[in-house]
C-alpha cells in the first residue's frame, strides 16, 4: 500500500505559487492540492525566494503574478524560461489581457489566466499546458486571429502595445509614484539607462515631456488597479 501511495505521488505534476498576496496564495494551495493530478510543492511573493524555491523544489509548473508588488512578474517568466525552459508556465493577473496577454507568451509562459476566472478555470489551465497546450480566453484567442488574419497589429503606434517589456515596467513605476532615481534603484540600472527608456516611451506614445508621461502613466495606473 505504502509502495502504491509513492508511486501516485510520484505521478503529480509539481506546482510552484508566485504571488504577492498571502490570501491568493492559499487559495490557490488549497485548489490545487484538491486534484489527483497536481501538488503545490512551494509558495511565495517575490522574485527572489522564487528563484530559491526552483532551485529548491524543481517545479513542472510555475504560476506567477505578473505584478509582484513594484517588480514585474513578467521579467522573472522571461528569466525562468530561459534558465529553466523545461518548467511550464502560467501567468496569472488581474490586469488588461490584451495589454499583458501577448507579452507573457512571449516571454514564455503557456498560458494566461485572469484572476476574475472561477476556480475550475485554475486547474483546466493546469491540465492544457501539461498536456502540450496552451491556455488563453476565447477573447484573446480572437484578438490574436484577428492580428494573424490583418497580418499586423491592430493597435496604434501610440498605444501602450507599442512600448518593450522594459518600457512598460517604467512606465508603470512612474505610474505609482516613483521618481527616476528610484525607478532606477527598484530595477537596479543606471539612471541614464532610465533615461533613455523615458525618451523611447515619450517618442512611442506622443507625450511632449515628462510631466505628460508622468500624469498619463498615473492616469493607466489607476485605471489597471495598479497604483
Not at 19 to 35: A, T
Not at 120 to 145: C, H, Q
Not at 172 to 201: D, M, P, R, W, Y
Amino acid at each position: 500500500m505504502a509502495e502504491q501511495k509513492t508511486a501516485t505521488m510520484k505521478k503529480k505534476s509539481k506546482v510552484l505559487i508566485v504571488d504577492d498576496h498571502p490570501l491568493v496564495r492559499q487559495g490557490l494551495i488549497q485548489l490545487i492540492n484538491q486534484e489527483s493530478d497536481f501538488v503545490v510543492c512551494g509558495d511565495t511573493g517575490d522574485i527572489p525566494s522564487a528563484k530559491e524555491a526552483i532551485a529548491a523544489q524543481y517545479p513542472d509548473i510555475a504560476i506567477i503574478d505578473i505584478a509582484l508588488g513594484q517588480a514585474s512578474g513578467i521579467r522573472l517568466i522571461e528569466e525562468i524560461s530561459h534558465e529553466h525552459p523545461e518548467i511550464l508556465i502560467i501567468a496569472l493577473s488581474m490586469h488588461d489581457e490584451s495589454v499583458y496577454g501577448e507579452r507573457c507568451l512571449k516571454a514564455g509562459a503557456r498560458g494566461y489566466l485572469m484572476k476574475q476566472e472561477e476556480p475550475e478555470e485554475v486547474i483546466a489551465a493546469l491540465k492544457k499546458v501539461t498536456s502540450g497546450e496552451v491556455y488563453i480566453s476565447e477573447n484573446l484567442r480572437d484578438m490574436f486571429l484577428n492580428k494573424f488574419i490583418n497580418k499586423k497589429f491592430q493597435t496604434p503606434s501610440s498605444s501602450i502595445s507599442s512600448l518593450s517589456n522594459r518600457e512598460l515596467e517604467v512606465f508603470q513605476l512612474f505610474g505609482q509614484g516613483l521618481k527616476t532615481q528610484q525607478i532606477a534603484t527598484e530595477l537596479n540600472l543606471s539612471v541614464k539607462t532610465i533615461e533613455t527608456h523615458i525618451e523611447h516611451i515619450k517618442r512611442k506614445m506622443n507625450f511632449k515631456n515628462l510631466h505628460e508621461l508622468t500624469t498619463n502613466a498615473i492616469r493607466w495606473a489607476v485605471s489597471q488597479n495598479i497604483m
